[in-house]
């Protein structure tokens, strides 16, 4: 959308100019339904498919009041949201987009409320460290095959997601790397599903005290000291090593057992890695090379959000996006 911009004595004038620039937006919006792209065209714009949009639709559309006068709709404030977590650029970038056509202020209150609603509505149902039996024992075998590490079922790691300096403990989010971040844990199983997320620490925390404080730890111990000795997860020498955490051996010689075990560990380590990757490929506004213009705590929310999205795609067989 291209219009002139020009300083005029004359505030009526620019207040009409901003009231037609709003009514082309809602004209915009009115003749625009992002379910009429094609499959290719909505899943590149949306990196979701259109079934998957509907079901989400289906889900948080309940949560929201009732629409009044010029308010957007939930099936335009999902949209706008998905195409942000998509795209990875900032909000003028999408507030300004032809095809959503929103405004960068009601783009902003629309994403906080989307945000809200699909971290409470979806975030249990999709999101958990619990496993069927046929998953542990398909997850067993999985890992076992990459690492001959036998009760494994889950991998755990560490990603920064770059945000702007905080306000406040600016400190506790300046990470090693030398930028500002959160230190998400990824948790995964061997579809690639993220069975736990916590991006509540800033990127100056090390792997092992995030571990060691969000109770995720407790939760594995109470399984093993249950019995339930084949409930194991493979993590980095970022880790601390436990009987339900397996890390590398450390400092091997070459040619030991020691060395081929860390070889092999690290191959079932791979899918975690993988992971990761596929999440940040799929939801750009979380790769390293953007960076998330929004308070730690917002933050946090943005990347439980696009978690729970990708085990969405996961669970309803979507291809991988392309890297370009």
């Known amino acids: 959308m291209i219009f002139s911009y020009y300083v005029s004595d004359n505030s009526s004038s620019e207040e009409e100019a901003t009231e037609d620039l709003a009514k082309q937006r809602r004209l915009l919006r009115s003749v625009f339904d992002p379910l009429q792209l094609t499959s290719q065209a909505f899943k590149k714009n949306f990196r979701v498919s259109k079934q998957i949009f509907l079901d989400i639709l289906s889900e948080i559309e309940p949560k929201f009041p009732p629409v009044k006068g010029k308010g957007l709709t939930p099936k335009e404030m999902l949209a706008a949201t998905l195409r942000f977590l998509a795209e990875g650029s900032y909000q003028n970038g999408t507030g300004n987009d032809f095809n959503i056509a929103i405004a960068q202020s009601t783009f902003s209150v629309a994403f906080a409320k989307c945000l809200n609603v699909m971290e409470e509505t979806l975030g249990s149902k999709w999101i958990s460290l619990v496993m069927e039996p ?7 075998r999985y890992f076992f095959s990459k690492s001959g590490i036998p009760g494994v079922v ?6 920064h997601i770059k945000i702007i300096a905080p306000a406040d403990d600016y400190d506790q989010h300046f990470n090693r790397k030398g930028y500002y971040s959160l230190n998400a844990m990824i948790i ?3 579809l690639m599903k993220i069975r736990c997320v916590n991006a509540k620490f800033g990127g100056a925390n090390h792997d092992s005290h995030i571990w060691n404080v969000t109770g995720v730890d407790a939760f594995f111990e109470s399984k093993y000291r249950s019995g339930q000795t084949t ?16 890390t590398p051996k450390r400092n091997p010689a070459p040619n030991t057992p020691d060395a081929a075990f860390n070889k092999n560990h690290s191959l079932g380590r791979e899918i975690v890695e993988r992971t990761i ?12 090379a953007r960076q998330l213009h929004y308070t730690p705590v917002k933050a946090t929310q943005i990347t439980n959000v696009c978690c729970i999205l990708h085990n969405m795609c996961i669970a309803y067989g979507m291809e991988e996006p392309s890297s370009d």
Not at 134 to 140: G, H, K, P, T, W
Not at 154 to 159: I, K, P
Not at 277 to 288: D, E, I, V
Request: charge should be neutral; hydrophobic fraction near 35%; charged fraction near 25%.
């Open 154 to 159: 889950m991998c755990v790691d560490g990603t």
């Open 231 to 246: 409930f194991k997860l493979l993590g980095d020498a970022g880790y601390p090593s436990k009987p339900w955490l397996i």
């Open 277 to 288: 990757g596929l999440l940040k490929n799929r939801f750009r506004c979380l790769l390293g």
């Open 134 to 140: 046929n998953e542990e024992q398909d997850a067993r």
């Open 188 to 190: 995964c199983d061997h």
